[in-house]
């Protein structure tokens, strides 16, 4: 195992004398790390949480073209819901869809006034926009009649800004308006200027005007009423702020945009996620719906129980990319539908649809003006090529029917496009399914707890360099510790330890980024019966937005990415003593199996030897929500009800013992669990043939949630076979060895609360260090900076703390957790340092 090697850095206190017994931090900057790649961080921008359509497109109307009532594709209606083949539920009915009428719209109608609005499913301005709305107004006199749209939970509406309306209108009757529009709110005042529309004739004819805000709501409507009698046909109705981010025309709104942009991200993963697979193969992701005009883009029902307009659509994405500075990473659909939503194949003989989306997206980014897909490019405004460089070929794919697709598109893109770089995800399948590896970067996606993310900080130090690079793509705390909101100042920070490990390790680590980035507070979306609602990393209303304490520690890590790290090595006096101290147990998780010969031995001599043949004395079965049966049968303590059993014996003081044991699996899909190290809920333990008895094991198990410890291995345990089990302990370091073999040899770092990595950021001659404490309790550090000239005595310090760790932001305290910065001096190259309890530290400092 690699030395323990992180960077901390100290906080400036001008003091220079040592303190005893605190722990030390030493970075030595004449030890350089591997580089980090500068685009490490980036973000994943998927349409979940209505983060799209609702949130940072700056369309403001929901169902703009009415095609909502549409029935969701590839579903049909089934014992009263819309469900594919398989049964999965859609989520239409359940998210306020309906065939029958026209969902987000309402009919107004007050005073003497009468008035009827009705779907039509033909004649709309487009093939693409067959559906529209009919109005017809009987009495127009002493009241008013009209619709209303509620746009996505309210519509946002500043005082004093200005929007654009445009829609498409026809009539008969001798209707010919006006048509007068305006932003309420919910009681009914007007929240803007009134816009009238006049001559509304037989042919469809877009009409266009402005309204400005007179008061600031995020809940107002959009309200269009007739002033005369007679019928009208709406369709398309659309309402923008007039200032989108960098003013581009069909643009993203400012403020959500922007927080994005201050993330300066190095790349944009996009459409998805499960909204590239979808839930049935007629929606999956096909980017050539989305481009074009608006009106002839076909919207699509999503996997996130909404429809999407499609109008950031492939030229969209690809253009805020470029307005970020950032490097698009376009996914596509593999042929195989979402595997959490009963997946769906494309048969291998009707591939090439499929396989000519991913050729011809490059076209579309990168060809030149008379190529067919180039030349749509051009004529949507972007004549240079937007340089695409990366492709993900599929998302949370699985099996061998996912890797015969994957390499049917692979071979064909590599083939035409050798200098793309080729993205498999393989957080779902296993690697050898996509047969010989034929990806440049691997991605993989973390949902996790905090204590997993805090675990799994050496998670690379021991990958295997040959194999291609990681992206890990989707990361995110997602347990109930992150808060409401999640990404809490207890996610964040143990986000940032999981970072800080792939900094580490920047060699193996190429890419990171959060997922979700966005959601409407009103607006999150879940996978259907498998709640709770899926987050974001920046939240927002009508009008408001906030990053949670999350989104401000990936800003600040982004911010201080440094060129390479540095040996950083944090070393605490108590470490030394560290030891694997507890009782002894067995165990079995789906079998029942025996055993006998249990000996604990320490320093030469036997402290126990099981005499199963007489009793099973001083053994206690039984841990939380287990149902073993445990008993002595022909001089083995048998555990004979197939499930989660296990038996403890011995002291809680034990350590530095050699346990040995005979163990035999009588029946069950499994192996054996050998614990060691145990005190109560907390625990270490063996897990021979675990994950389908596939895999040996070593884990620590606290409070019931395992943690690895170094590699697993392949191995199975076979059924009426006697194994020979031997697990030896010495301080912190487990050999185990199955039947004479060592099979793990793994040193446990003494449990830590505190992290640091330094690192150079060669373009500022700086060292920056940055620190972690998880603890409730401030930390002061010696720092030693060795091997580094001219170290300034000046230094800029960020901290991301709060009082309490489940502190986060809200729309009402955006800036709750959010970094401070200050700048102190009395750096030398040794000093000392107290960091904030609960914290994220980050130290810049010039020095040669
Ligand atoms: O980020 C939300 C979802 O999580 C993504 O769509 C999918 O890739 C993952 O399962």
């Not at 008061?215 to 659309?238: E, N, P, Q, Y």
């Not at 805090?454 to 992150?482: F, I, K, M, Q």
Request: contains cysteine.
């Amino acid at each position: 195992m690699k030395p323990k090697f992180n960077f901390a850095l100290v906080a400036l206190v001008a003091c220079a004398n040592f303190l005893h017994g605190a722990t030390t931090v030493t970075i030595d900057a004449a030890k350089p790390g591997p580089e980090i790649n500068p685009r490490l961080y980036g973000i994943f921008l998927e349409e979940i949480n209505h983060g799209v359509d609702g949130g940072l497109y700056a369309e403001l109307i929901r169902n703009r073209a009415f095609e909502d009532s549409r029935p969701p594709e590839g579903y049909a209606f089934r014992n009263g819901r819309w469900r594919d083949e398989r049964g999965f539920d859609s989520g239409y009915s359940r998210y306020g869809y309906t065939t029958n009428g026209i969902p987000f719209w309402s009919l107004v109608q007050s005073g003497d006034a009468k008035g009827e609005m009705n779907l039509e499913t033909t004649g709309g301005i487009t093939e693409e926009s067959a559906y529209c709305l009919r109005l017809n107004v009987e009495i127009s006199n002493g009241g008013r009649v009209g619709i209303a749209n509620e746009g996505f939970f309210g519509i946002g509406v500043k005082q004093g800004e200005t929007y654009t309306l445009s829609l498409y209108a026809r009539s008969v009757d001798g209707f010919d308006g006006p048509l007068t529009a305006r932003l309420e709110d919910t009681s009914g005042n007007a929240c803007s200027s009134e816009a009238e529309i006049k001559g509304v004739g037989r042919e469809w004819k877009q009409f266009k005007t402005t309204l400005t805000g007179s008061k600031t709501d995020s809940k107002a409507r959009f309200v269009l009423a007739a002033g005369a009698k007679g019928t009208v046909w709406l369709d398309f109705v659309s309402l923008f702020p007039k200032q989108t981010w960098k003013d581009r025309a069909n643009g993203l709104r400012s403020d959500i945009a922007q927080m994005i942009a201050d993330l300066k991200p190095g790349f944009v993963r996009f459409p998805g996620g499960c909204v590239v697979e979808a839930g049935t193969v007629e929606t999956a992701y096909n980017w050539k719906l989305t481009v074009g005009p608006l009106e002839k883009r076909s919207e699509r029902w999503g996997p996130w129980n909404y429809r999407r307009t499609q109008g950031v659509g492939l030229y969209e994405y690809l253009q805020f990319c470029e307005d970020l500075g950032a490097e698009p990473l376009y996914v596509g659909f593999a042929g195989q539908t979402c595997i959490f939503r009963q997946p769906e194949l494309v048969p291998m003989d009707q591939m090439g649809w499929v396989r000519d989306n991913f050729l011809d997206v490059v076209e579309y980014a990168n060809g030149s003006a008379d190529s067919k897909w180039g030349a749509l490019r051009v004529e949507a405004g972007h004549r240079a090529p937007f340089n695409l460089k990366y492709a993900e070929i599929g998302n949370e794919n699985q099996g061998r029917e996912f890797g015969e697709r994957y390499r049917f598109i692979h071979d064909a893109m590599k083939a035409k496009y050798p200098e793309i770089k080729y993205f498999a995800d393989l957080s779902w399948t296993r690697a050898d399914a996509l047969g010989e590896p034929t990806w440049d970067i691997e991605d993989q996606h973390y949902y996790n707890s905090p204590a997993w993310f805090v675990s799994h900080y050496n998670e690379y130090d021991r990958r295997n360099r040959s194999l291609a690079p990681l992206y890990l793509g989707e990361v995110a705390v997602t347990s109930g510790d992150a808060g409401p909101y999640r990404g809490n100042l207890n996610a964040a920070l143990s986000e940032g330890v999981f970072l800080l490990g792939c900094e580490r390790n920047a060699d193996a680590v190429s890419m990171v980024s959060y997922a979700p980035l966005l959601a409407h507070v009103d607006g999150r979306t879940e996978l259907i019966n498998a709640p709770p609602p899926w987050h974001g990393m920046i939240y927002f209303d009508g009008t408001r937005v906030f990053g949670t304490a999350s989104y401000y520690l990936w800003k600040t890590f982004a911010e201080n990415r440094p060129n390479r790290s540095l040996q950083t090595l944090v070393e605490n006096p108590d470490d030394k003593n560290f030891a694997i101290v507890g009782q002894i147990g067995i165990g079995t998780w789906d079998t029942t199996a025996e055993f006998k010969d249990v000996r604990v031995e320490k320093n030469g001599e036997t402290i126990y030897t099981s005499g199963f043949g007489q009793s099973t004395n001083g053994w206690q079965s039984g841990g939380r929500g287990e149902r073993g049966q445990w008993e002595v049968q022909e001089g083995a303590y048998r555990q004979s009800r197939a499930g989660r059993a296990s038996s403890y014996y011995g002291d809680e003081s034990w350590s530095d013992y050699t346990l040995t044991l005979k163990a035999r699996k009588i029946s069950g899909g499994e192996g054996f669990l050998i614990m060691f190290g145990r005190k109560g809920r907390d625990m270490y333990w063996w897990n021979l043939g675990g994950w389908g008895n596939s895999r040996y094991a070593l884990e620590h198990s606290v409070n019931g949630a395992q943690m690895p410890i170094g590699p697993q291995a392949e191995g199975r345990i076979e059924t009426g076979r006697w194994y020979d089990i031997k697990i030896a302990l010495n301080k912190n370091r487990i050999q185990c060895y199955l039947d004479g073999k060592l099979i793990h040899d793994e040193v446990v770092q003494p449990p830590t609360e505190f992290f640091a990595l330094a690192g150079r950021d060669e373009t500022k001659s700086e060292i920056v260090l940055k620190a972690i404490n998880l603890s409730a309790q401030p930390m002061t550090a010696n720092l030693k900076i060795l091997g580094a000239k001219d170290i300034s005595s000046e230094e800029k310090i960020t901290v991301l703390t709060s009082v309490s760790s489940s502190d986060n932001n809200s729309l009402d305290q955006p800036k709750r957790v959010v970094p401070t910065e200050t700048s102190e001096s009395g750096v030398a190259s040794e000093f000392t340092h107290e960091f904030p309890a609960r914290s994220l530290t980050v130290m810049r400092v010039k020095a040669k």
